[in-house]
């Protein structure tokens, strides 16, 4: 997950430094193929938290109350970082100098 938060802030600082509406366009194409897969990831944690782990993982391996805080808190941050990419999107393209 922390990878996949380290892409997605290094496509948010591309896009925001795109110059021209052409590289603008072709980095939201990027961008949207990127938050789907954030948004598959999430989906594959779910609320249990480690569903996406294996089949066995959640019945061989309960997880404590510190781990599951901290897994909810990256999801958190995930979603957060996707609101912001797609207000980033609705934004006006800067300016070409």
Sequence with gaps: MDKQM???QEM???????????????????QMKLMQGGMDMMGS???GGMRGMGPMAAASAPMDMTTRQQMMEKRMEMMQSMM????????PAPAAK
Aim: hydrophobic share 40%; proline share 3%; charged share 30%.
């Design 6 to 8: 380290q892409s997605m």
């Design 12 to 30: 948010r600082n591309k896009l925001l430094a795109a110059r021209t509406p052409e590289e603008r366009s072709k980095l939201m194409a990027e």
């Design 84 to 91: 912001q990419m797609m207000m980033d999107r609705t934004a």
């Design 45 to 47: 944690m779910g609320m």
